[in-house]
């Protein structure tokens, strides 16, 4: 009998590609959960193939009794606000705190692996590192968005579930699928945009003495990637927190000459001023530990930035 598996989520970026490496693998049951509203997320679900769709305000109200209908073999909880901007705590706290809390209580009752995405905004500026294997409650999230990934960690850590669950730490997912996000597109999709529009790249200015103007460094990490590992980790059921990062730095400007190399475009970057409420809360360095991921059996690799890039512009061509 083939497995089935309910992916809230599964109409956005993560989570369309976890379907379609899925799809791959020939799994077809599959009960998507996600809010489509007015967004063209409709799209990334049009190249995919799935036993049923049900939107997330039903969902919510009524996941036990669709949980105990569709028997899945594996729950992958994907769906979330990701929005890094979010200013209303009782919606990200509902969204991203209290549905969390209730899906792993129903998937433990149940003997489901539950897999949830928690995130990368929970080491806040990094000053203790960013190694999965810290103690959650020293983290200090630099936004609401992060705090509620945090404080599911949190409760799962209490409730002991963190035997038995598995939370992983995205850090900068980007690729195909992502452009209903809006302002939370990526850089690389943002940028191809902009290259496409005006053959120039606009890129943030630096206000840190250690970091000149596009020297800002992230792990950045394509969501092929993304699912491969999620995949990975649900399967060999390694249950804890999983930071899903390369464990390497590269610099805005290394994502620019990527992104022009992969356009055939020559380089043209202007260095714009930060708006103001993103100043005191910006990261200028995030990196991956890996060693516990890697300790978990995960042989594929990850795709380099300029592979990624190229293969997402690729992608964006067709």
């Not at 305000?57 to 979010?86: Q, R, V, W």
């Not at 610099?251 to 992969?262: E, G, M, P, V, Y």
Request: hydrophobic fraction near 35%.
């Amino acid at each position: 009998m083939k497995k089935k598996f309910l992916i809230t989520g599964g109409a956005g970026l993560i989570g369309s590609n976890i379907i379609s490496f899925l799809n791959e693998k020939k799994f077809e049951e599959i009960l998507v959960i996600d809010h489509i509203g007015n967004s063209e997320k409709w799209k990334n679900l049009s190249r995919l193939k799935f036993s049923d769709y049900i939107e997330k305000e039903k969902f919510n109200l009524e996941y036990e009794k669709i949980i105990k209908s569709f028997k899945p073999d594996y729950l992958i909880h994907e769906g979330a606000c990701s929005s890094t901007t979010e200013t209303d705590g009782t919606y990200l706290i509902q969204n991203n705190f209290e549905l969390t809390k209730n899906l792993a209580e129903v998937c433990l009752k149940k003997e489901i692996p539950f897999i949830y995405a928690s995130s990368a905004a929970t080491y806040g500026l990094g000053e203790h590192g960013y190694s999965d294997e810290m103690e959650i409650n020293k983290l200090r999230p630099l936004n609401m968005y992060g705090y509620s990934k945090q404080l599911f960690d949190l409760y799962a850590q209490k409730k002991g579930w963190l035997k038995k669950i598995t939370g992983l730490k995205y850090f900068n997912v980007f690729g195909f699928g992502e452009a209903h996000k809006g302002d939370m597109r990526s850089v690389v999709l943002k940028g191809y945009e902009q290259i496409s529009e005006t053959g120039k790249l606009k890129l943030f200015k630096s206000y840190h003495e250690d970091y000149k103007d596009g020297e800002q460094k992230r792990d950045f990490l394509y969501v092929k990637d993304a699912a491969k590992i999620t995949l990975h980790l649900l399967f060999q059921k390694k249950f804890g927190l999983y930071n899903v990062g390369r464990g390497i730095a590269e610099s805005w400007n290394d994502l620019a000459k990527a992104l022009f190399q992969a356009m055939k475009k020559e380089w043209s970057v202007d260095y714009i001023d930060m708006p103001g409420f993103l100043k005191p809360n910006y990261q200028y360095f995030t990196k991956a530990d890996p060693t516990k991921l890697l300790g978990s059996g995960y042989k594929d690799g990850f795709t380099s930035l300029e592979q990624a890039i190229q293969d997402y512009v690729d992608l964006l061509k067709t």
